[in-house]
């Protein structure tokens, strides 16, 4: 097979040739590296590239170009290559054209010119910009195929299962001819249903029938463990990575997908490190890579119901019946969104309706008008994402503004997008539709007015989920797990508390050698970092706790 090309297109010759020179210093052996000189004739050279299969890997484009610019390319480029990864070469003084790049043209990376020396400035960007291009499932993914009714609240959480998880699907519509002939092979199956590659067919499927049938690990593989993280957001995950780096023998048991909340967020922009931005799911994936790397174990579709002392041992039981023991806990289970409270929402979840980003769903929007409820970063990263599909965004704020609980870079980019639209002091008091969405009834200083709506996605605050903890860990009144000081200064140390006697660690719970990490936890930041921050924190104290067992 031919080797993949790497295209650069830079309108000044000398730094052409120097972006060529520094790519096949490092990348000849593995890639073939292609040259232009303008924005036309790259296309020129894609054109000629496709026509002969030759697949692309990388295209790294100036910014400052006559006749094209260097997004105005990268746009272009999309349609023939949608899996190559788009690098922007731009001086400083480009930089908030570059940002804004990121929205128009999915941008990757932009670097900022000169990147002497490349050994430290140009080739880690390129390796990890190559190594993303390689990890890419380029195939059309028509591996495996899922059919179901357009407003199926079920169909909407097998497809979002699926996409949460990164496996590769095709949605096919119950009235599409292929899924009429994939029904009819089926028997006539309960819908959604969903055909693997080797043609097996899944009428209905849960969670954990669809996970064991994608190659997703269901259960785990011993009883024993050094460590057990429950709940696989960003806390758990970085319980997990810095638990299995420094050689505790850990098991992540997660309910639905790696990532959490956070695993669903379009782009996060504050996140130490990544200047242009990442998606949740592309850093959950990083992270549950980095984890799995470490020699940790993966559990998904398991739903923990409880935990008990035994000895020296703490136990987990799961909803199958199932149990793990290990020396130490840790709780990172997050939170959910709460529900929003107005009449015929309710059995309207899953079709129109839906609590988070919904990442399956943001497609079809095109061309809607969507409403977005809630006033916090979540809510705001969504309302961006949806702006590129949607013919007009609605933003549903209870408060005056969005800056009580908004990040001011997300306000500053809402402004900017001419289709989102933010309306200030409005409430949703009721919403109705036949089996769907189709109208929502909004209240704000003028009194009452309806208005046509197919999809509303809130974000109104969060709940933890901790019931299952009734009457074994401390918690507060909302239901967060009290760790450390807390549980001292409130008094709620078990009599019995430990021997020889000591004070809790910052992180550990009313139960010695249990922890609790990121949102889940009272008084926590509720941030990405602090959540991954806990969670490295957490894994410490264990190892203090086991020192002192």
Known sequence: MSKAVILTVDDDPGVSRAVARDLRRRYAERYRVVRAESGPQAL??????????????????DHRMPEMNGVEFLEHAMDLYPFARRVLLTAYADTDAAIRAINVVDLDHYLLKPWNPPEEKFYPVIDAQLEGWERTDRRAPTELRVVGHRWSARSYEVRDFLARNQVPYTWLLDTAPE???????AGDPELPLVVTSDGTALSAPTDAELAAAVGLSTAPGARFYDLVVVGGGPAGLGAAVYGGSEGLRTVLIERHASGGQAGQSSRIENYLGFPDGVSGAQLADRARRQAEKFGVELITTGEVTGLEARGRARVITTADGGEIAAHAVILATGVTYRKLEAPGLEELTGAGVFYGAAMSEVPECRDSEVYVVGGANSAGQAAVNLARFARRVHILVRADGL???MSHYLIEQIAAIPNIEVHTGTVVVAGEGEG?????????????????????FVFIGARPHTEWLDGVVERDERGYVLTGPDLTERGLLP??????????HFL???????FAAGDVRAESIKRVASAVGDGAMAVALVHRYLEQA
Do not use: F, I
């Open 44 to 61: 020129d050279a894609l054109r000629e590239l496709k026509l002969r299969g030759d697949d692309t890997a990388l295209l790294v484009a």
């Open 436 to 456: 769907h969405l189709e109208r929502l009834t909004l209240r704000d200083a003028d009194g009452e007015r309806t208005v046509d709506a197919q999809w509303m």
């Open 403 to 405: 800056e009580r609980s």
């Open 508 to 514: 550990e719970t009313s139960l010695p050698g249990v």
């Open 495 to 504: 009599a019995n508390w430990t021997t020889p006697a000591r004070p809790p």
């Open 179 to 185: 899924a009429a002939e994939l029904l009819k092979a």
